[in-house]
């Protein structure tokens, strides 16, 4: 049964290879090496890097480099394997590349990341990711470049869509969003760019009444500028410990960009971050989420939809695909804790609702919520980065085990 994606466990961690990865600040740096608990005595730091090396017996243990010099590459790779119902047997494979092109003490890390998945059932997913901080964080450079070949499941429109009227569709996609911002106070960003999406091959296996309705040509095209304005207060985010964060994209996709039509897009990301109770490492986190179609019609595939975010995080304890419609309203909050004083373990309980209005216009008469709790294993103690293991129950039955590289959100 599709509503019972991912139930059986995922097996991560082939291995870790690493040279000082993901290294984020220069706060971070200082403070990697000692936590101290409320007794005052003082506790190792651990990750999985330390874990690899103690493991290694016949091999001195590496010590950490923590002097991070701009122009100096930071370098790791993550590969791991997953089984999930809807994609069988996972190989995933992730490498980053980062360094700092000026003083970390003020410029932010820049990161290259390139991943490659690929399913049982011949889903095949190759994302590119790239930031660039220039001097003093004046300019920020970023790239989302992304190639699937994606046969999945679809339901529907609204938020009344039925599991049972899963209809697969079978298809290629070509993304390519990019955008300059240009600093303008000290955490405010202003920014242009342009996206396309690019979706051929779309062959429907089944029939689905909505699908029908609304169309679906065996290709696609979205193309226009962007306009973006950012604000962004977190130290680290790759694993926000306190920090505000909100991100508004608007997206005219314009038949002079080579667009199939006209239609516009437009999302409101906002999160904010509580270190609670303070002191400690613990962390309060708050989600929205709108992502609104302001005019026009967009291409089926390009509607709002369940964990299709621009990091398909969205809606843990629903497949994703689950909903699509206009538009998305969506919240979501997470308590962040940890259990082994050395920090390579740490835990979360989450709750999230996602809503999809019924038609074109904001009519909204229902939401889906969803909840539940994960495991945290610390990849690198000095940037904080977590594989993050969770699953999550939603409505009708719905459940599943979801795994992310870094924090959800």
């Known amino acids: 049964m599709i509503q019972n994606l991912l139930i059986t466990l995922t097996f991560i961690i082939c291995g870790v290879f690493s040279a ?16 101290t608990d409320t007794n005052r005595e003082e506790v190792s730091e651990k990750d999985l890097i330390d874990v690899m090396h103690s ?8 010590v950490a480099d923590t002097s991070i010099q701009p122009h100096k590459f930071l370098y790791s790779v993550v590969p791991a394997i997953g089984y999930t119902l809807s994609s069988g047997w996972t190989a995933i494979l992730s490498a980053n590349v980062a360094t700092y092109l000026s003083d970390p003490k003020t410029t932010n890390i820049s990161s290259l990341t390139v991943s490659a998945n690929y399913t049982q059932y011949n889903q095949l997913t190759l994302p590119v990711f790239l930031t660039v901080w220039t001097k003093d964080n004046k300019w920020n450079i970023s ?12 339901y529907g429109l609204g938020g009344h869509s039925q599991i049972e009227n899963a209809d697969n569709i079978d298809y290629y996609h070509l993304r390519l969003h990019q955008s300059v911002q240009k600093r303008v106070t000290n955490s405010l960003y202003l920014g242009l760019g342009y996206f396309l999406d690019y979706h051929w091959d779309i062959d429907e296996k089944g029939y689905n009444k909505d699908v ?5 040509p065996t290709k696609t095209l979205a193309s226009g500028p962007v306009a973006t304005v950012l604000f962004d207060s977190r130290k680290n985010s790759i694993n926000p410990s306190q920090g505000f964060f909100a991100n508004v994209v608007y997206r005219p996709n ?7 039509n006209n239609w516009q897009s437009l999302t409101i990301d906002v999160r904010k971050y509580i270190n609670f109770p303070k002191g400690s490492k613990n962390v309060l986190a708050f989600w929205n989420l709108d992502w609104l179609t302001p005019s026009g019609k967009p291409p089926y595939l390009d509607l709002p939809s369940t964990g299709w975010d621009a990091f398909n995080n969205t809606g843990r304890g629903y497949i994703q695909g689950r909903y699509r419609s206009y538009n998305m309203l969506y919240l979501e909050s997470e308590y962040r804790f940890q259990i082994s004083r050395n920090g390579l373990f740490g835990g979360v309980v989450f709750a999230n609702a996602q809503s999809f209005s019924n038609g074109p216009g904001l009519h909204f008469d229902n939401a889906a919520p969803a909840a539940g709790l994960g495991l945290r294993i610390k990849v690198n103690k000095i940037s904080k980065a977590n594989i993050a293991i969770d699953y999550g129950f ?3 039955g719905s459940r599943g085990l979801f795994v992310n590289l870094g924090e959800i959100f």
């Open 55 to 62: 493991l290694q017996k016949n091999k001195p243990a590496k």
């Open 20 to 35: 000082n990865v993901f290294a984020q600040d220069t706060s971070i740096i200082r403070q990697f090496k000692r936590t």
């Open 394 to 396: 939603g409505l009708n």
């Open 143 to 154: 790239a989302d470049w992304r190639f699937y070949k994606y046969p999945q499941d679809t």
């Open 212 to 216: 029908a309705e609304y169309g679906l």
């Open 254 to 260: 314009l038949t002079i960009f080579g667009s199939d």
